[in-house]
């Protein structure tokens, strides 16, 4: 009898540890992507890079704030803070990009094409090729004579995103480490085994998140905000609070206001006057 009555305490306990496991995880799950109303959150003054409220917004990072529109409503919900590879799928093959901040990056090519030995880069044959398995931060070229899961290098530098513009293809890169804060905007032009990159403008910072309106596109930076309008800089607002704050969408709304989600809070900026609010969820 005692070793049934351990016997049955012993399931009760494993029941009770597998509902409690069950239900953590069920919170967990609840807590991302779940969407948050405005009232929610207060308005607080802009923080100051550095100061006591900056840290506790920046400490948010297992839960930064992200903003969308649905059915031409702005929508404000808690995601994870996720980093890795950026692609991009063309009709002949796959552009691959790897960040790594402070410690490089680049981008890279598959063709579909099993066939294609070479490409050419602004004119200039390349033969470089190197395995999807190899591309990290020290590794070198490895030769790949069955030419298979290999890629052509195609440039160095932090590739954040791909996004295409009237038709044309384009690419932000740049990096925000210590007292660097740099950004481009790149114009890459492909043909199957031919590829042309030129640059079209300096971002002023690096490239957090970008949105495409008509004939116009906003770039969120690491510190800044740029409104670009026939690849001219109409609107740019530097050194902004959410430095560090890891700037992860934007949304355009009711053609003047643009919101801005981050860690920890959000913001909304005014284009008829160019005011920055900041608010937070409430304790």
Known sequence: ???DWVKNNNVLDM?????CLLFLILLISKSFGQVITKESFIEIELPIPGTTEWYKLNNKYEKPIRVFIDSDTLKIELIRETSGDT???LSDGLLLSKN??????GLFYKPFDKKIKQI????EINKERVKLSNIGLFSSSVKDAKNELSYFRLSGGNINSFFKFKDTLYFTSGLAHMLTNTGTLTKLATSKTKFAMSKVLDLEGAPM???VINDTIIFITFDGLLVVKE???IINLKKQFWASLY???VVYLDKKSIYIGMRGCYAKVDLTNNTVKCFKLKD
């Not at 029941?15 to 509902?19: A, F, R």
């Not at 790594?100 to 990056?105: D, H, M, T, V, Y």
């Not at 050419?120 to 004119?123: A, K, P, R």
């Open 209 to 211: 998140t970008e949105v």
């Open 231 to 233: 690849f001219q800089k």
């Open 120 to 123: 050419f880069i602004d004119g």
């Open 247 to 249: 700037p992860n969408s």
């Open 100 to 105: 790594r901040g402070e410690f490089g990056g």
């Open 87 to 89: 692609k991009h799928e």
């Open 1 to 3: 009898m005692v070793r």
């Open 15 to 19: 029941k009770k540890s597998i509902t």
